[in-house]
């Protein structure tokens, strides 16, 4: 690990120089605009953005390096979700399959009225043919757990699975439109929607 250590060292501090880049960029040619200006130093709002774009450049390059590796789609999307599950459990967030009851947003789905309750499992080990499955919409860009995803408000549609199938290290479904999305990328099964007088 010597070597990929020395690397990932040098990656770092490189990171860490275009960190500061970015934020003296921001500071000189648009933060100097901003009506909060005078109190960014309390709200670290260019440490913040910083960041956030660095994260969102090195995950497009992981993204366009994969495509150049001439692996397809649906696998880099599947290889991301394996990338964010890994991380998650680095900082021991829990992943296992769980049911939930949640009030659907209409904007999440307008399908699902947000008079009732949609009971869900989570985090699904397996899926089975006929399964109503719940999938990030075509709109959603970011890469997500379906948990999270689900209760931070994301919009998704819903899908009746078609067939399963394994294919080199993943699991992957097809839908009522013959798309193929990883199993990983599933945000939940649908098992019922009750109304809230009848909720658990």
Request: aromatic share 4%; proline share 4%; charged share 30%.
């Given at each position: ?5 020395e ?9 860490g120089?275009v960190?500061?880049?970015i934020?003296n ?12 200006h ?10 913040i953005?910083?960041g956030k774009v660095i994260?969102?450049?090195?995950d497009?390059?992981i ?6 590796n ?7 999307e599947?290889l ?5 599950k ?15 009851v ?13 008079h ?7 985090n ?8 109503t499955?719940?999938?990030p ?6 890469t ?10 994301f919009?998704f549609?819903?899908?009746?699975v ?5 294919e080199?290290n993943?699991w ?8 193929i ?6 945000f939940g099964v649908l ?10």
């Open positions: 690990m010597g070597k990929l250590q690397r990932l060292d040098e990656f770092q501090r490189q990171t120089t960190y500061q880049d934020m960029i921001l500071e000189d040619k648009y933060c100097w605009k901003c009506p909060m005078s109190t960014s130093k309390n709200s670290r709002c260019r440490e953005h910083a994260s969102e450049v090195i497009k390059a993204t366009v390096k994969l495509n150049e001439g692996v397809n789609p649906v696998e880099i599947a991301q979700m394996r990338i964010l890994k991380k998650i459990k680095k900082q021991d967030g829990e992943q296992g399959e769980k049911i939930i949640l009030n659907i947003d209409a904007k999440q789905n307008p399908n699902l009225s947000s009732n309750q949609s009971i869900i499992k989570i699904p080990r397996k899926v089975l043919k006929g399964d499955i719940l999938i919409d075509k709109t959603v860009e970011s997500i757990l379906g948990a999270y995803a689900l209760v931070a408000g919009p549609q819903k899908a009746v078609k067939k399963i199938f394994h080199g993943f992957y479904v097809e839908i009522d439109d013959n798309q999305v990883p199993l990983e990328s599933v098992l019922k929607v009750t109304g809230k007088e009848n909720s658990l």
